[in-house]
Every structure is written in structure tokens, then in C-alpha cells.
């Protein structure tokens, strides 16, 4: 009986060991953590060796920005690229719907990278861009993350659920909306419209800076709540005025 008794005992502990080493089998292996730290890429990084050649859309990029989780490709001609993005492996940024940028370094000041779209790669140095909007206490109170609570169009008011707004002291703002899962990205420049700042205007979403505001679109702004809270208001010529309400995120 001792030797059955120990027999049992045997099994149970060769059937634990393999239900083990099948349970470390099937496993998947842990993901490679990303190598560099996020917030040195949120920045505006202007590209120091353009090709500026025909052919591929990589090879005459101007600058890269990244705002929190979406990404901004800078083109000639105004045109810019947008989406969000996402990291894969220990240095490979995917950004959705356009390619793969590779890291190659990355410091306080400078960014080294890879692009690939659509199988073609470009090599580029990058330095981090000089800001375009002096500093003030109001452009510190402006450039940061906030959420739309509420517009009101035409005498109707909507109540947004995930729509935020960056501003940043590049002189171009972010808009991320997330509706029914998918996130939708837009830019735009800016800048202040007046000294006392209490107005600024806006470029035509077409990634171009601005360095007048003629003929571009205005907003007055009104800071309340210890600056917590901001109300823009828009005067169109059509849809007449435009009022949001934000909070800082």
C-alpha cells in the first residue's frame, strides 16, 4: 500500500510538471518595452536633412510633432498628415494609417529617426523647434490640454463626450475627438491677434504657420475658475456666433 500510495503521488506531481510546462508553452512571450521615454517626443521636431526630392511622400518631410498620443507630419506646400500613433518593440513608433518611424536617438534637444512609408525608407536628424509664441501668463494659461464640455451653434447646444484640444507654445493647436472608437485628429495654427491677449486668430487647417492675422478667423478668449475654465468665441460669417466651453484636463 505504501508503494501504490507513493505511485499516486508520482502521478499527481508528473501531471502538475506537465500541465506546467504546458501552461509556460502557450504563454506568449512578455512585449518588449519601448526604450525611450514618451515625453521627450512630445515635441516639434524639425527635420535638418530634408531631401526635398520627387518621389516618395517620406522623403520631403519638413517636421514631426507629437502631442500626447497623436502624431503631426509636416509636407511642403501646407500639407500636413495626422493620426494618432502607438509604439511597437523597443524603438518602432507606428503611426496609424501612414507607416513606421524607427528611433534611432532621441535626447532633450535631438531626434534621430527612420521613416518608411510604403516600403520606402528615409534616414533623418531632427532638433527640437524653437517655440513661436512669446512667453506670457497667458499663453502659459492657454498652452495645455483641455476638454470641450459644450458648444453652441446657431442657437443649439452639444455637449461632447471625448473632444480635447491642445495648445502649445509651437504656435499650432491639436483637436482630438473619439466617437463610436475611432479618434479623430486635426491641426491648426495660431497666434495672438492683439497685446493684450485676450484674442488670438487662426490658420485655414492646413499646417502652414502664420505670421499676420489677416484675413484669418478670430476668437476672443476669457479665462475663469483660476484659469480652469476658458470660453472661445467665434464670430462667423455665416454661422454667425460660436461660442465653446472648455476645462482644463
Not at 98 to 127: I, M, P, Q, R, Y
Request: charged letters at 20%; hydrophobic letters at 35%; a negative charge.
Amino acid at each position: 500500500m505504501k508503494t501504490m500510495k507513493f505511485y499516486v503521488i508520482a502521478l499527481c506531481l508528473l501531471s502538475i510538471a506537465v500541465v506546467s510546462a504546458c501552461k509556460k508553452k502557450d504563454d506568449p512571450a512578455p512585449a518588449t518595452p519601448f526604450a525611450y521615454s514618451t515625453d521627450k517626443l512630445q515635441n516639434r521636431w524639425e527635420v535638418s536633412n530634408n531631401a526635398r526630392t520627387t518621389g516618395a511622400s517620406a522623403s520631403t518631410l519638413i517636421a514631426v510633432e507629437f502631442v500626447q498620443n497623436a502624431y503631426i507630419l509636416y509636407f511642403p506646400n501646407d500639407s500636413i498628415v495626422t493620426g494618432t500613433y502607438t509604439t511597437s518593440g523597443a524603438d518602432v513608433i507606428v503611426l496609424k494609417d501612414f507607416g513606421t518611424l524607427k528611433v534611432n536617438t532621441l535626447t532633450e534637444t535631438d531626434f534621430g529617426f527612420e521613416l518608411e512609408v510604403a516600403g520606402t525608407k528615409e534616414v533623418f536628424t531632427s532638433a527640437k523647434a524653437d517655440q513661436a509664441i512669446a512667453d506670457s501668463d497667458h499663453t502659459t494659461k492657454l498652452c495645455k490640454t483641455w476638454k470641450m464640455t459644450e458648444y453652441t451653434l446657431m442657437g443649439e447646444t452639444e455637449y461632447p463626450q471625448d473632444y480635447y484640444v491642445v495648445f502649445n507654445k509651437y504656435g499650432t493647436y491639436l483637436t482630438t475627438m473619439v466617437e463610436g472608437g475611432v479618434t479623430e485628429v486635426g491641426s491648426n495654427t495660431w497666434m495672438w491677434s492683439n497685446t493684450a491677449e485676450d484674442e488670438f486668430c487662426y490658420g485655414a487647417w492646413d499646417g502652414g504657420n502664420i505670421s499676420d492675422c489677416n484675413g484669418l478667423g478670430s476668437v476672443t478668449i476669457t479665462f475663469s475658475d483660476n484659469d480652469t475654465k476658458v470660453t472661445l468665441v467665434e464670430t462667423n460669417d455665416i454661422l454667425g456666433e460660436v461660442e465653446y466651453k472648455l476645462e482644463l484636463k
